[in-house]
């Protein structure tokens, strides 16, 4: 049981380059989510998806877009990456009738 | 909006209680957690308490919630140097939407 994966782990893009980040589970988790972590900032929402079919915006969407491909996959696109995006990454998933939500590694990208 | 608040660092030393602020704007909140992020990590749940709770206990974590004030706290007995890490509050809104909003975390330094 894998959990939440998060592919790739590191990136590095130059301005302007566009790029997809993936992010699957296994748990049959209806709500999925997008975060960038940056220092003294705390996880700010980017994305999120209620329920497959369905996606909102977050505190933080410009830049980005997102795709729930199917009930287990959530990606985020940066179409014309920009310094300001560089931050790490966090896709999360969670069950309506659970209380956890649960948490991908992580992906580092830095945008130079 | 919604919007999840903590102080930025707290210091004590091993063996003292800890206390972790968070004050929250959402009324409508069902669930509010506090996860635990270690360095280069992803974020593990702690715990959570339900929204029509006052006070949750488990070994050494004690979660308060003052309703009326928006008001979470999160108290560590017997703080030890494992214990240094980023808590983060959340919140996570009602209805269907699931929508899951963190705040900015407070580093946890534990001194010998």
């Known amino acids: ?112 | 909006g919604e919007d999840v608040e903590q102080s930025l660092f707290l210091s004590v030393r091993e063996g003292d209680s800890s206390v972790i602020n968070c004050t929250y704007t959402d009324s409508s909140s069902t669930y509010l957690y506090w996860y635990k992020q270690e360095p280069g990590a992803g974020l593990q749940l702690l715990t959570y308490i339900f929204s029509n709770m006052d006070m949750k206990q488990d070994q050494r974590l004690t979660v308060l919630l003052n309703k009326k004030d928006k008001h979470l706290s999160l108290r560590i007995a017997d703080t030890q140097t494992g214990d240094s890490a980023i808590y983060f509050c959340a919140e996570r809104g009602g209805g269907a939407t699931n929508k899951l909003i963190f705040g900015t975390g407070t580093l946890l330094a534990v001194q010998p």
């Not at chain 1, 795709?67 to 014309?80: M, Q, Y």
């Open chain 1, 1 to 112: 049981n894998a959990g939440v994966t998060q592919t790739p782990k590191f990136q590095v893009l130059k301005t302007g380059q566009s790029m997809t980040l993936q992010c699957a589970q296994d748990m049959n988790h209806n709500s999925m989510y997008w975060y960038r972590q940056d220092p003294g900032m705390g996880l700010r929402l980017i994305y999120y998806s209620a329920s497959e079919g369905t996606t909102d915006k977050g505190e933080v969407p410009n830049g980005y877009n997102v795709s729930r491909l199917n009930k287990r996959e959530f990606s985020l696109r940066l179409e014309s990456a920009a310094p300001s995006q560089t931050s790490v990454y966090f896709c999360a998933s969670l069950r309506t009738a659970n209380t956890e939500a649960f948490f991908g590694q992580g992906t580092r990208l830095t945008v130079v």
